[in-house]
């Protein structure tokens, strides 16, 4: 058996504006195919593309499809909250297929901001959290200007670093596998959205904050209509206000249209697939429809075809981009 992870995040269209607003429900249809060149056996399967109890945005309704539909299913929540299906098959396959549907409410949230989970996490609780990396000479540059910044906000100052790493790292898809390190975040200059993400949350524990990684939905719109991304963003923790969701793609604040699915202290674990199966040639074609409640017509947001997976013994065979 070999080690297969699906982690493919891509945000082809992140803001660098406030996002408008949209006021109404829209339902998003996400479908992940595997085809495999031969019947393999499929080990236990991890998937995490259920919202975060915790996530801010209303979810209307959800619906999970698996197939072959002939397998067992069982929904657990992982050490930090997160709901994981796990699926496992009886019989070989040709291919796997995940569907999920659901219906998320974008208005804007009155009072207190949306990107918050306004539920303060006890102290013990935060130490997976504050853990960071050795740190380069760039990163030590990087946290020293960061924590010269003085406010008497605490969640202004993080923005002043999210807007740091936002303005200096150039954005760029990259499906290659894995999440560079800080170091090489910031000797480049540039990243995917889980590189600066994972740059931030190595910033601010080194500053002594809490910081873990989320991946998502992005659902936004944009001058073609509205887009979906799988996507990946920061969160920090703030005493007596909790966990709060920071772009670093955009260098905004997160809004309603990030829709959390899994949050953790390190990427590897919030991966949408993970499981088993037997060493193969595999392709993977991903896509996502918006259905906009009150309109027939529908928006294709994001499309992947075809994408080989490269190497089936690779734990990160596709990569976030």
Partial sequence: MAVREHDAFSC???FRESPPVMNRPVTL??????????????GPQTIRLRPHAACPTPIVSYAMDIAPHDHHRTWRHDDFGNHEAHVTFDRQ??????????????APATGSAPCAELIPTPAPALAAFMTPQAAGPHLRAFVAEAA???TADPCARLAAINRMIATRTTYRTRMEAGVWDAEETLGRQTGSCRDSAWLFIQVLRHMGIPARFVSGYLIQPDASGTTCDLHAWAQAHIPDIGWVG??????????RGHIAL????HPEQVAPVSGLLDSCNATLDVSMTLHHAGRSDNTKAHEIKAQKIKDCHDPHGNAIS
């Avoid at 920071?246 to 809004?255: A, K, N, R």
């Avoid at 899994?262 to 202290?265: C, F, H, I, N, T």
């Fill in 29 to 42: 249809v996400h479908r992940t195919s595997y085809h495999y060149d031969r019947p393999v056996f499929l």
């Fill in 93 to 106: 396959v040709r291919d796997f297929d995940i569907t999920v549907r659901l219906t998320a409410d974008l």
């Fill in 12 to 14: 082809t269209t992140c």
């Fill in 262 to 265: 899994a949050a953790a202290a």
């Fill in 246 to 255: 920071f772009d670093t793609t955009s260098g905004l604040l997160t809004s």
């Fill in 148 to 150: 010269s910044i003085h």
